[in-house]
């Protein structure tokens, strides 16, 4: 079976996506630094799937350790490149840490690549490229507008990258996968968000609330122009997102043309409003949310979700879980973490 070198995949979506290369019968081959994730995660995927990792240590900028982990595992023909930091707040404050970290280990593994002729590149994206959309819902073809964040940008300029890169090279197939907002856990509760510190994102920070690890969820805002003031997102299930990821890959296996880059919307196509997510989430769950509304939040964009036919007609992907499964299945992680005493 194909290796497929995972980075970052001891991640949220990384470790999701691993799972579902071992269920497609692809070997994945892990680099992942443990700067945002713990080793505990590679348990859980053992548990899931019953399979031992090829886990290598390290990290993406690292030139040396890139080349070896190419070197010892000869087997690989494609590269999954989760691997970069993605707190938008954090990013604002940092922008140095990040725009040298997201983009450098891209050119490491884009070096790599062409080093040992790997042909096949799976990105990491965000749909965060679009800014605040003029029209909704967004398409592959909607204007990429100057991002809100230093985090957002590295998510634009490495898109280019990469198409620059299959263009001027030849010898490359790459996509990008724009993420809307991937949520939610695996149904076993062996995986799920790991967030380090407070959380940036609405569910994890929302779950923390309900297990009594936060005071209150302030909702940030609730005086847009949307139908209860409250932002709208699409919130996707991270195992729908791991999915389109393998997906993505059997379209690069596939493809004959040795030069191509496509970009692909991964979202459900429906918007929910946090004032919807929190009544969904009492929904599945039994549980209250205690909040209340507080001032908008620099950079939140007011609306956002997919149009997400173009993967659904090109990889034959198409989210299947509701918002519903995703937030039942993220408060049983949450109660996981509890009584591992996170
Ligand atoms: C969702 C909604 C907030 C927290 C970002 C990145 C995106 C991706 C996901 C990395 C917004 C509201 C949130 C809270 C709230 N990042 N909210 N109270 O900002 O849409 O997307 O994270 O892959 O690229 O841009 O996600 O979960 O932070 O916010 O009211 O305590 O929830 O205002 O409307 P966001 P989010």
């Not at 140095?96 to 280990?105: A, E, F, H, L």
């Not at 569910?203 to 805002?221: C, D, H, S, Y």
């Not at 909040?291 to 908008?296: A, Q």
Request: glycine share 8%.
């Amino acid at each position: 079976m194909p290796s497929i070198l995972v980075t970052g995949g001891a991640g949220y979506i990384g470790s999701h996506t691993v799972v579902e290369l071992f269920r497609a019968d692809y070997k994945p081959v892990i680099i992942d630094n443990f700067s945002n994730s713990e080793k505990s995660v590679l348990k859980g995927i053992e548990a899931i799937t019953g399979e031992t990792i090829s886990l290598y240590a390290g990290d993406c900028n690292d030139e040396q350790f890139v080349k070896h982990v190419f070197e010892s595992e000869p087997e690989i023909t494609g590269c999954i490149h989760f691997a970069a930091y993605k707190a938008v707040g954090e990013s604002v404050e940092k922008p140095v840490q990040y725009y040298k970290n997201n983009i450098n280990s891209l050119l490491e593994l884009l070096s790599a690549m062409l080093k040992f002729n790997i042909k096949n590149l799976v990105f990491s994206s965000s749909c965060t490229v679009y800014g605040q959309p003029d029209d909704l819902p967004v398409t592959e073809s909607s204007p990429v507008k100057k991002a809100e964040s230093p985090y957002g940008n590295t998510k634009q300029i490495c898109e280019e990258i990469i198409k620059d890169t299959v263009d001027a090279t030849g010898k490359i197939k790459a996509v990008s996968l724009r993420y809307f907002n991937p949520v939610g856990a695996h149904p076993t509760s062996q995986i799920g968000e790991l967030p380090i510190g407070t959380p940036n994102n609405l569910i994890p920070f929302l779950t923390q609330t309900v297990a009594g690890i936060r005071e209150e969820l302030i909702i940030f805002g609730d005086d847009y122009n949307t139908p209860d003031g409250t932002c709208v997102r699409d919130y996707i299930h991270v195992v729908d997102l791991a999915k389109a990821h393998v997906k993505a890959l059997d379209y690069l296996e596939k493809e004959k043309n040795d030069s191509v880059y496509q970009v692909f919307n991964v979202g459900t196509g429906n918007g929910h409003t946090v004032l919807d997510v929190i009544k969904t989430f009492e929904l599945a769950t039994g549980e209250k949310v205690k909040y209340r509304i507080g001032i908008r939040r620099p950079g939140d964009i007011e609306k956002v979700w997919a149009n997400a036919d173009k993967i659904y007609e090109e990889l034959n992907w198409k989210a299947e879980r509701t918002l519903k499964q995703a937030l039942y299945d993220a408060w049983n992680w949450q109660k996981v973490l509890k009584s591992r005493g996170k």
